[in-house]
């Protein structure tokens, strides 16, 4: 009873095709962004800032990017971690040939990059599907891994391959303090989380989501699988560029190659997995499930006053981690968004029973 | 039924299309016309080319050889994009609905072709790509009022029943607003009372909107009813053509597939 849209009428297509009609949904979201951007930074401390924060924001828009991708396109992509590495790499690259340029200018650019090496490995999709396209993306992820370890010019030469990069600075301010870190990535990834929800709910969502729940039909309706194929690729790539940059220069500061590695990108399509296909809550339920996830089983001994081994914790913690996944998978296939879905259903008349 | 309506001159006319795979001939020599406004049947047994045929005119399939006239440009071949811009709608036989979209998002999806608001303006949902959408959803409504899926409009089409399926198909081909649309088999497997809906809404459609229809139909009731003319098909080769009525008197029509009737 909590939860319902009774009482709430509209008398505009406007007000209908807002992005959250109902007004529980706005108290909640407004809920949301004043515990992520008041709540969080008077409470929390350094390490968990370091530790859960910023990661969980950053791996958030880059799952969100790869969303887009799977979840709404329905193009599977193995190459996450590859293009989140086109994304450090350029950043990078852009910062220091470039003297003075404003940082998020690097990082737009970059997800610019990123956009049209995406566009380019998004090409195998106009002929392949399914598994077949996610090896074809596999080759992305091994390529660009050996080109930005091989090739000496992406790292500008320096001798171990590891870049370092000082705190950002934009207009005179350093981000050097993990507060105002988080706080800059919780923008960033506020302000694409709004651009996904409105290319979603456009014409350009539609023509996704007809490609990858029935391509032959969308085909007749006039959409070209090609465009609409690229055009996921290309703003997937961005926002994975942009997340790779922003892990490099943010929250990593110096990297090497394998910061980028395969794991990188499995990780992330689990989190788009588990969170939920073609759902942008879901991209972030993932990400803080697979972020937080390990920190709390590693942390769970010690809060219960329980003397393990720290390499006992680390393979418990792998096995209850797998555990749990597989356990989320066989309840709900599709994902923890759609367990919020049913929620809110059985919320509309909670506490009567009908 | 009565002749009211005027038959206007052939918007798409077929000339000798022929459509192989490997060794198997779908069509042979197959030419007909299709005329302004009219409602044509397409009848035939099972296996007789009659989706095929479907598929050549909205440029699925590419036929080996002839051409297809259509609004007087003549083309050995179509293709989709191109059928859908020059106003030729399709449903299909097994239902090709969006499933993981709302009945709105469907039938909004029908109208992609119509809608140009820029990547800029979409990111933003302001100014052009909203206007954009409204208007739109004022034509989509329309298309739900006449189809009488008001009450379903938000509702997951995976969820829906078969028949509301079926005719929020034809709402999604409605929607691009065609000058020719093709039904393959829209009746398949629904009731006396959903077939009487549907027959309604096709008869509505052609009246209303003036739309020539190309339909595939089973049930001879339904074909005979609302067709203006009917064409026959067996084994790929066009046996029949003509007025429900020469059709239905038509020996070898009778032969092939309405049988001997009572």
């Given at each position: 009873?909590?939860?319902?849209?009774?009482?709430?009428?509209?008398?505009?297509?406007?007000?209908?095709q807002?992005?959250?009609?109902?007004?529980?949904?706005?108290?909640?979201?407004?809920?949301?962004?004043?515990?992520?951007?008041?709540?969080?930074?008077?409470?929390?401390?350094?390490?968990?800032?370091?530790?859960?924060?910023?990661?969980?924001?950053?791996?958030?828009?880059?799952?969100?990017?790869?969303n887009?991708?799977v979840?709404?396109?329905?193009?599977?992509?193995?190459?996450?971690?590859?293009?989140m590495?086109?994304?450090?790499?350029?950043?990078?690259?852009?910062?220091?040939?470039?003297?003075?340029?404003?940082?998020?200018?690097?990082f737009?650019?970059?997800?610019?990059?990123?956009?049209?090496?995406?566009i380019?490995?998004?090409?195998?999709?106009?002929?392949?599907?399914?598994?077949?396209?996610?090896?074809?993306?596999?080759?992305?992820q091994?390529?660009?891994?050996w080109?930005f370890?091989?090739?000496?010019?992406?790292?500008?030469?320096?001798?171990?391959?590891?870049?370092?990069?000082?705190?950002?600075?934009?207009?005179?301010?350093?981000?050097?303090?993990?507060?105002?870190?988080?706080?800059l990535?919780?923008?960033?990834?506020?302000?694409?989380?709004?651009?996904?929800?409105?290319?979603?709910?456009?014409?350009?969502?539609?023509?996704?989501?007809?490609?990858?729940?029935?391509?032959?039909?969308?085909?007749?309706?006039?959409?070209?699988?090609?465009?609409?194929?690229?055009?996921?690729?290309?703003?997937?790539?961005?926002?994975?560029?942009?997340?790779?940059?922003?892990?490099?220069?943010?929250?990593?500061?110096?990297?090497?190659?394998?910061?980028?590695?395969?794991?990188?990108?499995?990780?992330?399509?689990?989190?788009?997995?588990?969170?939920?296909l073609?759902?942008?809550?879901?991209?972030?339920?993932?990400?803080?499930?697979?972020?937080?996830?390990?920190?709390?089983?590693?942390q769970?001994?010690?809060?219960?006053?329980?003397?393990?081994?720290?390499?006992?914790?680390?393979?418990?913690?792998?096995?209850?981690?797998?555990?749990?996944?597989?356990?989320?998978?066989?309840?709900?296939?599709?994902?923890?968004?759609?367990?919020?879905?049913?929620?809110?259903e059985?919320?509309?008349?909670?506490?009567?029973?009908? | 039924m009565?002749?009211?309506?005027?038959?206007g001159?052939?918007?798409?006319?077929?000339d000798?299309?022929?459509?192989?795979?490997?060794?198997?001939?779908a069509?042979?020599?197959?030419?007909?016309?299709?005329?302004?406004?009219?409602?044509?049947?397409?009848?035939?047994?099972?296996?007789?080319?009659?989706?095929?045929?479907?598929?050549?005119?909205?440029?699925?399939?590419?036929?080996?050889?002839?051409?297809?006239?259509?609004?007087?440009?003549?083309?050995?071949?179509?293709?989709?994009?191109?059928?859908?811009?020059?106003?030729?709608?399709?449903?299909?036989?097994?239902?090709?609905?969006?499933?993981?979209?709302?009945?709105?998002?469907n039938?909004?999806?029908?109208r992609t072709?119509?809608?140009?608001?820029?990547?800029?303006?979409?990111?933003?949902?302001?100014?052009?790509?909203?206007?954009?959408?409204?208007?739109?959803?004022?034509?989509?409504?329309?298309?739900?009022?006449?189809?009488?899926?008001?009450?379903?409009?938000?509702?997951?089409?995976?969820?829906?029943?078969?028949?509301?399926?079926?005719?929020?198909?034809?709402?999604?081909?409605?929607?691009a607003?065609?000058?020719?649309?093709?039904?393959?088999?829209?009746?398949?497997?629904?009731?006396?009372?959903?077939?009487?809906?549907?027959?309604r809404?096709?008869?509505?459609?052609?009246?209303?909107?003036?739309?020539?229809?190309?339909?595939?139909?089973?049930?001879?009731?339904?074909?005979?009813?609302?067709?203006?003319?009917?064409?026959?098909?067996?084994y790929?080769?066009?046996?029949?053509?003509?007025?429900?009525?020469?059709?239905r008197?038509?020996?070898?029509?009778?032969?092939?597939?309405?049988?001997?009737?009572?």
């Amino acid at each position: 009873m909590f939860y319902r849209e009774a009482g709430q009428f509209k008398t505009s297509y406007t007000a209908d095709q807002a992005a959250f009609p109902i007004a529980q949904d706005r108290i909640f979201i407004a809920i949301w962004l004043f515990i992520g951007f008041v709540a969080v930074p008077l409470l929390s401390n350094e390490y968990l800032f370091r530790a859960i924060f910023i990661p969980f924001l950053i791996l958030a828009l880059a799952a969100l990017g790869l969303n887009l991708l799977v979840g709404y396109c329905g193009q599977v992509s193995l190459g996450t971690g590859a293009f989140m590495a086109v994304g450090a790499y350029a950043a990078y690259n852009f910062w220091t040939r470039i003297p003075g340029l404003n940082p998020l200018v690097a990082f737009m650019l970059a997800g610019g990059v990123a956009t049209i090496v995406g566009i380019l490995f998004g090409i195998p999709s106009l002929r392949i599907k399914g598994f077949y396209l996610a090896v074809a993306t596999l080759a992305a992820q091994f390529f660009l891994d050996w080109v930005f370890s091989r090739i000496g010019w992406f790292t500008n030469y320096t001798p171990s391959g590891s870049i370092a990069v000082p705190p950002v600075e934009l207009f005179g301010f350093a981000f050097a303090s993990p507060v105002s870190k988080y706080l800059l990535c919780l923008t960033i990834l506020v302000l694409f989380a709004v651009v996904a929800k409105n290319i979603v709910r456009g014409r350009i969502g539609r023509s996704w989501m007809a490609t990858r729940d029935m391509d032959v039909a969308a085909e007749i309706i006039g959409i070209r699988p090609m465009y609409a194929k690229l055009s996921a690729f290309a703003v997937s790539s961005f926002f994975i560029g942009v997340a790779g940059a922003l892990w490099g220069f943010v929250h990593l500061e110096s990297w090497e190659p394998l910061a980028f590695d395969i794991n990188r990108s499995f990780s992330i399509l689990f989190m788009v997995i588990i969170g939920g296909l073609g759902s942008i809550m879901g991209a972030f339920l993932g990400a803080a499930f697979i972020t937080v996830l390990p920190l709390f089983l590693n942390q769970l001994p010690t809060w219960i006053g329980i003397e393990v081994s720290t390499a006992m914790i680390s393979h418990i913690e792998f096995m209850i981690f797998g555990a749990l996944i597989i356990f989320f998978l066989a309840v709900e296939p599709l994902g923890m968004a759609r367990m919020w879905r049913i929620g809110k259903e059985k919320l509309r008349l909670w506490p009567f029973p009908y | 039924m009565a002749q009211t309506r005027a038959l206007g001159e052939p918007i798409l006319s077929m000339d000798e299309i022929s459509l192989s795979f490997g060794g198997v001939k779908a069509l042979t020599d197959i030419s007909l016309h299709v005329r302004e406004h009219e409602i044509l049947a397409i009848i035939g047994p099972n296996g007789a080319g009659k989706s095929s045929l479907l598929n050549v005119i909205n440029g699925v399939y590419h036929p080996n050889r002839g051409s297809v006239t259509y609004k007087g440009e003549t083309r050995a071949q179509m293709r989709p994009h191109v059928a859908a811009s020059q106003g030729i709608a399709r449903t299909f036989q097994n239902i090709a609905l969006f499933k993981g979209m709302s009945v709105l998002d469907n039938i909004m999806t029908g109208r992609t072709l119509k809608m140009h608001a820029g990547f800029f303006w979409q990111c933003l949902y302001y100014g052009k790509a909203l206007n954009e959408e409204i208007e739109h959803r004022h034509k989509v409504e329309e298309i739900i009022d006449f189809l009488q899926i008001e009450s379903i409009r938000k509702t997951l089409v995976g969820r829906l029943p078969y028949g509301l399926q079926k005719r929020v198909e034809l709402g999604r081909a409605l929607a691009a607003e065609p000058d020719l649309l093709l039904l393959d088999e829209p009746m398949a497997g629904m009731n006396i009372e959903e077939k009487e809906d549907m027959s309604r809404f096709v008869l509505d459609v052609n009246d209303e909107f003036g739309t020539t229809i190309v339909l595939i139909e089973h049930d001879m009731g339904v074909v005979m009813d609302l067709s203006d003319r009917v064409i026959v098909l067996d084994y790929g080769r066009k046996i029949g053509d003509g007025t429900p009525d020469e059709v239905r008197n038509n020996k070898e029509v009778i032969d092939a597939y309405l049988g001997v009737s009572s």
